[in-house]
C-alpha cells in the first residue's frame, strides 16, 4: 500500500533546531509504530533534498499566502513561514493559496493543496527623483573680482599700492626744473603787494582783481606767505601737495563709488598725465582749485546715503575752488548733477532735492562773495569774455587728444562698459542687479562728458592758452569712469594684467614727455643777475616778461617801474596820444625807458616796433646777452641801458 507524503522540501527542521515539532506523516507513524523509532536515512534523504531543490530554483521564491482563520483551542494553523521564507501548510487545512503564477508554477507538483489566487495589480507609482546627497564640502562662489569684496585686507593692500602711485607722482613733478615762469612770478610779487595791504594798508601798484583769473587776495596770499618762509621751491611744494591730495581724494571718490580696484586705476592714470606731474610743480592758482573741487566732489559721493542736508558741506570748497580760479565754474554744475545721481537709489525724489540744496548753497556764497567784494573785472576779462584767439577747432581737438587722450579713452570704455553690465565685483554694497540702467547711462555720460568742457569752451574762445592745465580739471571728473575702465580691461581675477599695465605705462610716457616740453622755460638767472647791477628804485623799465624780473629784483625795484609789451599808452612830448605798438615806438625814440630787454618771441609785434625804434636811436646801448635753452631751442635776452 502506497501512501502519500509530505514533499520533502517543505521539511525544515534542520533550520528550526528542534524549536518547533513537525506533525509526524502516515509513513513515519508506521515506522515509529513498528519500530519505536524514525529511520534515520529517511531523515537525511528528505534533508539532502531540500538542498537539492534550493540549489536548483532559479529564481526567488514568493512566499503563499494563506487565508487567515481564527485559531481554535487545540488546532493547528493553517501554515506559517519558516525562518528560510519557506511556506510550510498544515495537513488539517486542506488549502495553500498562490497570488504568483511563476510561485504557483514552480510549487503545485509538490502541493496537494495548492490553489491560485490572481491579485489585481497595484498602480505603478511615478518615477520619483532621489533627492541629492548633500556633499561633505561646497565651494563658496567665487567672486567675479579679485577684489570684489573691500576686505580689510584689500583696503590695507589698496592704500600701500596708492602710496607707491604718489611717490611715482611726486618723482615725475619734482624732476622738472627751472626758474620762475611769468605767471608764478606775477601771482607771487602779487601776493605780496596783497599782504602788505592787508597788514599795513600799502597801496596795491596794480589792478590784480580786474585781469588776475582768480581772486587776487585768496592764492596769492598764501603764495606769498609760503615764499617768504622757503621761496619759490616752497611755494612749488605747495602746489605738489595739492596735486597729491586731488590724487588721495579721487581714489577715495572712486572707491566709495566702485571698488578699489576701480580706484586704484583712476588714481594711476590721473597721478601721471601731463597736466597733474605739470601743476604738481607749478605755483598758480590751478594745483589749488583742483583740490577743492576733488575735495567737494568727495564730499558729494560720501554723503550720497546721509541725510540731504549734509550736502551742503560740499558748497564751501566748490566756492573757494571758484574764487581761486573762475574757470573752475564751469564744473559747478557737474557737482549738482553729481548729487542728485548718487543719492537718487537711496533716496529717490528726495535726491532732487538734494542738488537744489547744493546749487543754492553755492549761489548763496558767491553771491555774498560779491556783495563783500564787488568786483568781478577778473571773471570777465579772463573767463567769460576773453578775447578770441585765432586757434582752429582741429588744432584745439588735436592737442587736447595728445594731452588726455588715453585716460579719456579709458573713461568712455569704462562708461560704455558699465552701461552694458551693472557689476563686475565693483560694488559690493549693492544687490546683483545694481542700479538701473538710466542710471548708468547718466553716470557716465556726466563724469565722462565733463572731460568736453574745457576743449569745448576753448574752442569757442578760439584760443589754447592753458588749455594744457585745464584739460586735467574736466579729467579729475573723468577719473573715476576710466579706473572702471582699467579695472573691466584688466578682467576678473586679473585675467589680463598686461593690458592695464600697458595704458598706465603709454599714459606715463606721454605725460613725461609732455609735460617736460611744457615746463621748459627760459632760464632767467644769468638776466636777473646782469639786471641786479643796473636797476634802483628810482629808473622805468620795459621787458618782454616783466613779471619775472619784477619777481625776483623786488627787494630793489618796486612793481609800478616795470613796463610789459602786452599793451600800454603813451602821449609824447609834442602831446600826441599813441597806443599799441606806436605807443612803444613814440616811447623808445624820446628815451622814455631806461632799461630794455627784451627776447623776441611772446608780443613779436611790438617786439618789432621796439627794435625799430632801438636802430640808430642815440639814446641806447647794447649793454648785454643772455643766452638760454627753452623746450622750443635756444634763445637769448638782449639788454640795452640808456646812456
Not at 581761486?324 to 549738482?336: E, F
Not at 574745457?454 to 577719473?479: C, D, N
Amino acid at each position: 500500500m502506497t501512501d502519500r507524503r509530505t514533499p520533502t522540501w517543505a521539511d525544515d527542521s534542520e533550520l528550526s533546531d528542534g524549536e518547533y515539532e513537525r506533525p509526524p506523516v502516515y509513513g513515519q507513524q508506521q515506522d515509529q509504530q513498528q519500530y519505536g523509532h524514525v529511520d534515520e536515512s529517511r531523515q537525511r534523504y528528505q534533508q539532502q533534498s531540500l538542498r537539492q531543490y534550493a540549489q536548483q530554483a532559479q529564481t526567488p521564491r514568493v512566499q503563499p499566502t494563506h487565508p487567515p482563520q481564527e485559531q481554535q483551542a487545540g488546532a493547528y494553523q493553517a501554515g506559517y513561514f519558516t525562518e528560510t521564507g519557506s511556506w510550510r501548510f498544515d495537513i488539517h487545512d486542506r488549502t495553500s493559496s498562490y497570488t504568483d503564477q511563476q510561485a504557483y508554477d514552480t510549487y503545485a507538483p509538490y502541493d496537494p493543496y495548492a490553489s491560485y489566487t490572481a491579485l489585481e495589480p497595484e498602480p505603478v507609482a511615478e518615477p520619483v527623483a532621489p533627492e541629492p546627497e548633500n556633499p561633505g564640502y561646497t565651494l563658496p562662489p567665487v567672486q567675479e573680482s579679485a577684489w570684489s569684496l573691500d576686505t580689510r585686507r584689500s583696503r590695507l593692500l589698496g592704500r600701500w599700492v596708492l602710496l607707491c602711485v604718489l611717490l611715482i607722482q611726486a618723482g615725475l613733478s619734482l624732476r622738472l626744473r627751472g626758474t620762475a615762469f611769468q605767471d608764478e612770478a606775477l601771482y607771487i610779487a602779487a601776493g605780496h603787494y596783497e599782504v602788505g595791504n592787508i597788514l599795513h594798508g600799502t597801496p596795491v601798484p596794480g589792478d590784480f582783481e580786474g585781469y588776475f583769473s582768480g581772486y587776487p587776495k585768496l592764492y596769492p596770499v598764501l603764495a606769498a606767505m609760503v615764499d617768504s618762509v622757503a621761496g619759490l621751491s616752497g611755494v612749488r611744494l605747495v602746489s605738489l601737495a595739492f596735486m597729491l591730495g586731488a590724487t588721495v581724494l579721487l581714489y577715495a571718490t572712486t572707491c566709495r563709488m566702485f571698488n578699489v580696484r576701480a580706484a586704484l586705476g583712476a588714481a594711476a592714470l590721473f597721478s601721471v598725465i601731463q597736466s597733474t606731474s605739470f601743476l604738481g610743480n607749478f605755483a598758480t592758482f590751478d594745483a589749488a582749485a583742483i583740490f577743492l573741487l576733488a575735495l567737494s566732489m568727495w564730499i558729494v559721493v560720501r554723503t550720497g546715503r546721509a541725510n540731504i542736508f549734509l550736502v551742503v558741506l560740499a558748497a564751501p570748497p566748490a566756492f573757494l575752488a571758484f574764487g581761486t580760479k573762475y574757470a573752475s565754474g564751469l564744473y559747478l554744475p557737474t557737482l549738482v548733477v553729481l548729487a542728485v545721481l548718487t543719492a537718487y537709489r537711496h533716496r529717490g525724489m528726495l535726491a532732487l532735492a538734494r542738488g537744489v540744496l547744493l546749487g543754492a548753497a553755492m549761489v548763496a556764497l558767491l553771491g555774498v562773495a560779491y556783495v563783500l567784494t564787488g568786483s568781478l573785472g577778473g571773471i570777465s576779462q579772463t573767463t567769460t569774455d576773453r578775447p578770441k584767439g585765432t586757434d582752429t577747432a582741429q588744432t584745439i581737438l588735436q592737442h587736447s587728444a595728445e594731452w588726455g587722450g588715453l585716460m579719456f579713452l579709458a573713461a568712455l570704455g569704462g562708461s560704455i562698459a558699465y552701461a552694458i553690465r551693472p557689476n563686475m565685483g565693483e560694488m559690493p554694497w549693492l544687490d546683483k542687479q545694481g542700479p538701473g540702467r538710466w542710471r548708468r547711462i547718466s553716470l557716465g555720460v556726466l563724469l565722462t562728458g565733463t572731460a568736453l568742457l574745457a576743449p569745448a569752451y576753448q574752442i569757442h574762445l578760439q584760443t589754447e592758452i592753458s588749455l594744457f592745465k585745464h584739460v586735467g580739471f574736466g579729467l579729475l571728473f573723468a577719473g573715476p569712469m576710466a579706473g572702471l575702465g582699467m579695472s573691466r580691461l584688466v578682467g576678473p581675477h586679473f585675467r589680463h594684467p598686461q593690458l592695464g599695465i600697458m595704458l598706465y605705462v603709454l599714459t606715463l610716457v606721454f605725460g613725461m614727455v609732455q609735460s617736460q616740453y611744457a615746463y621748459s622755460f627760459p632760464d632767467s638767472r644769468e638776466m636777473t643777475a646782469i639786471l641786479r647791477t643796473m636797476v634802483d628804485r628810482k629808473g622805468s623799465y620795459l621787458a618782454e616778461e616783466h613779471e619775472v624780473p619784477a619777481y625776483y629784483l623786488r627787494d630793489r625795484t618796486d612793481y609800478k617801474q616795470w613796463q610789459s609789451t602786452f599793451g600800454m599808452d603813451y602821449k609824447d612830448k609834442k602831446g600826441k596820444q599813441y597806443s599799441g605798438p606806436d605807443a612803444y615806438r613814440a616811447a623808445v625814440r624820446d628815451g622814455k625807458f631806461d632799461i630794455i630787454v627784451l627776447r623776441g618771441t611772446i608780443t613779436p609785434e611790438v617786439d618789432q616796433a621796439v627794435m625799430d625804434a632801438l636802430r640808430g636811436n642815440p639814446h641806447y646801448r647794447l649793454a648785454a646777452v643772455a643766452p638760454f635753452m627753452a623746450s622750443r631751442g635756444p634763445g637769448e635776452y638782449r639788454i640795452w641801458v640808456k646812456r
